[in-house]
């Protein structure tokens, strides 16, 4: 309405100032008397048309500046001068309202913001490429033991690695170091984001401490793990001592030695037959330790830049092959396909470690079927997700996984397959770890299973 106003206003003026510059030039030498009132009209008019845009100038260029300096209180009186003067006056109060509102609004959003960064347990700490620091917040200080932190440099007198770390880690990633501060130990979880402000990059890093968690998590692992082996050694060891106690018994007379005579053909038969189940046992319990030795003993990963899309297809080979071999013991071969996006994905990694991981958790799908020979499939897929991270992913249309089986599947030992270790799956998550990754499962009876990884 004011810049309707404003254009009409405008508008008024120059078309007086035409009407009297006209009246001039009609009258100019004819009538003496119209042809001064006509120009004596037509420059009071310019005069007044410069004195108000003038006004008006000076009042936008007052206001301007009040909202440069961020100066709110000024304030226009709404019943002096004409309509248009009126009309501009009350618009200008509006906006400054408005304005007023919103540096309010975001004075509270800060301080809120501010309220929440003070109080989280979360270390917050943003830098630019130079690495001086934009902000940090309390609990960085506390976490490290410093008054203030105007240069990431300064973090050097708690560990080089820890600044190290922060300099080279890209947005969208996610660490983890040990650092020691004053005799603790940190188990810091590191996770960074890149933004553009004032046209200079700023990563904005995060610190948790997740120790406490990592040692609650260590101990609930310990007792599962000390519950498999009770369970895998008493199984084992029990048989064994129950028929050696039979067997002793067949030698012995009370507490003497049984006569040579009185050894029947029987005996000797039972005695062998003995043996030979304590034989069975016994190298049962060695492969159960061997087992036990292959999670603990992983070697170390020899990383190079892997083509996914190459990887997959060596997979897919590798698995398809198997079942040509006269060997094959599966019963259903299901279909198997793979789909990268974007195709340049690639990953830092073993790919000879990596593949392990997969061919196993295949095998795993495979003998899942079971005997149903029907549509069976198998998707190998991979991308990034929102944060940038690599997605590996292997889903079946298998018969899946009730809660209580999806919840021990990564406890060393456990398994539901008569001739299974029990490992597999443990070792494919300490391969995945060894990557600085994460490996989940996602099932329910009926509806497959997802098997994710992410770097």
Same mark, same amino acid.
């Given at each position: 309405?004011?810049?309707?106003?404003?254009?009409?206003?405008?508008?008024?003026?120059?078309?007086?100032?035409?009407?009297?510059?006209?009246?001039?030039?009609? !009258?100019?030498?004819?009538?003496?008397?119209?042809?001064?009132?006509?120009?004596?009209?037509?420059?009071?008019? @310019?005069?007044?048309?410069?004195?108000?845009?003038?006004?008006?100038?000076?009042?936008?260029?007052?206001?301007?500046?009040?909202?440069?300096?961020?100066?709110?209180?000024?304030?226009?009186?709404?019943?002096?001068?004409?309509?248009?003067?009126?009309?501009? $006056?009350?618009?200008?109060?509006?906006?400054?309202?408005?304005?007023?509102?919103?540096?309010?609004? *975001?004075?509270?959003?800060?301080?809120?913001?501010?309220?929440?960064?003070?109080? *989280?347990?979360?270390?917050?700490?943003?830098?630019?490429?130079?690495?001086?620091?934009?902000?940090? $917040?309390?609990?960085?200080?506390?976490?490290?033991?410093?008054?203030?932190?105007?240069?990431?440099?300064?973090?050097?007198?708690?560990?080089?690695?820890?600044?190290?770390?922060?300099?080279?880690?890209?947005?969208?990633?996610?660490?983890?170091?040990?650092?020691?501060?004053?005799?603790?130990?940190?188990?810091?979880?590191?996770?960074?984001?890149?933004?553009?402000?004032?046209?200079?990059?700023?990563?904005?890093?995060?610190?948790?401490?997740?120790?406490?968690?990592?040692?609650?998590?260590?101990?609930?692992?310990?007792?599962?793990?000390?519950?498999?082996?009770?369970?895998?050694?008493? $199984?084992?060891?029990?048989?064994?001592?129950?028929?050696?106690?039979?067997?002793?018994?067949?030698?012995?007379?009370?507490?003497?030695?049984?006569?040579?005579?009185?050894? @029947?053909?029987?005996?000797?038969?039972?005695?062998?037959?003995?043996?030979?189940?304590?034989?069975?046992?016994?190298?049962?319990?060695?492969?159960?330790?061997?087992?036990?030795?292959?999670?603990?003993?992983?070697?170390?990963?020899?990383?190079?830049?892997?083509?996914?899309?190459?990887?997959?297809?060596?997979?897919?080979?590798?698995?398809?092959?198997?079942?040509?071999?006269?060997?094959?013991?599966?019963?259903?071969?299901?279909?198997?396909?793979?789909?990268?996006?974007?195709?340049?994905?690639?990953?830092?990694?073993?790919?000879?470690?990596?593949?392990?991981?997969?061919?196993?958790?295949?095998?795993?799908?495979?003998?899942?079927?079971?005997?149903?020979?029907?549509?069976?499939?198998?998707?190998?897929?991979?991308?990034? $997700?929102?944060?940038?991270?690599?997605?590996?992913?292997?889903?079946?249309?298998?018969?899946?996984?009730?809660?209580?089986?999806?919840?021990?599947?990564?406890?060393?030992?456990? @398994? @539901?397959?008569?001739?299974? !270790?029990?490992?597999?799956?443990?070792?494919?998550?300490?391969?995945?770890?060894?990557?600085?990754?994460?490996?989940?499962?996602?099932?329910?009876?009926?509806?497959?299973?997802?098997?994710?990884?992410?770097?």
């Amino acid at each position: 309405m004011i810049y309707k106003r404003f254009w009409l206003v405008i508008v008024a003026y120059l078309a007086g100032m035409i009407l009297f510059a006209s009246a001039f030039a009609f !009258s100019f030498g004819k009538d003496l008397t119209y042809s001064i009132i006509s120009i004596v009209s037509l420059v009071l008019l @310019t005069l007044s048309f410069a004195v108000w845009l003038n006004r008006t100038n000076k009042k936008l260029a007052f206001f301007f500046s009040s909202v440069r300096n961020d100066d709110t209180s000024l304030f226009f009186p709404e019943e002096a001068g004409f309509g248009n003067e009126k009309l501009l $006056n009350k618009s200008l109060n509006e906006l400054n309202s408005k304005l007023k509102d919103a540096k309010i609004n *975001i004075e509270l959003q800060e301080k809120f913001y501010k309220s929440i960064m003070e109080r *989280i347990s979360t270390g917050i700490i943003s830098f630019y490429e130079n690495g001086v620091v934009e902000f940090t $917040n309390p609990e960085i200080n506390r976490m490290f033991g410093l008054d203030q932190v105007s240069h990431i440099n300064k973090l050097k007198i708690i560990d080089p690695k820890l600044v190290e770390l922060l300099e080279r880690i890209e947005s969208g990633e996610q660490k983890r170091i040990n650092v020691k501060v004053n005799h603790n130990l940190l188990s810091l979880s590191v996770h960074a984001r890149t933004i553009i402000m004032r046209h200079r990059e700023l990563k904005i890093v995060t610190l948790q401490d997740i120790k406490s968690e990592l040692d609650m998590h260590e101990m609930d692992s310990w007792q599962k793990l000390i519950r498999i082996l009770n369970h895998e050694i008493m $199984n084992s060891v029990a048989p064994i001592t129950s028929l050696s106690s039979t067997l002793s018994g067949f030698y012995k007379s009370g507490e003497d030695q049984t006569s040579p005579d009185n050894i @029947t053909p029987r005996i000797i038969s039972d005695t062998i037959r003995g043996l030979n189940i304590i034989e069975d046992h016994g190298k049962g319990l060695m492969h159960f330790v061997e087992s036990y030795r292959s999670l603990t003993q992983l070697p170390k990963p020899e990383f190079s830049r892997v083509n996914i899309s190459e990887f997959f297809e060596r997979i897919m080979i590798l698995v398809n092959s198997g079942f040509d071999n006269d060997n094959n013991k599966y019963k259903v071969r299901p279909l198997i396909t793979s789909s990268v996006t974007p195709d340049d994905v690639t990953l830092v990694a073993d790919d000879k470690l990596l593949a392990q991981v997969f061919i196993n958790i295949i095998k795993n799908s495979i003998e899942a079927f079971g005997k149903c020979e029907e549509d069976n499939f198998i998707s190998l897929s991979a991308g990034r $997700n929102p944060d940038g991270r690599v997605v590996l992913t292997i889903k079946d249309n298998g018969p899946g996984m009730d809660a209580d089986t999806l919840e021990k599947i990564f406890v060393p030992f456990f @398994t @539901t397959k008569e001739s299974g !270790s029990g490992i597999g799956l443990s070792l494919s998550r300490q391969i995945i770890r060894l990557h600085n990754g994460n490996i989940t499962c996602d099932s329910a009876p009926g509806n497959g299973t997802i098997i994710s990884m992410i770097f």
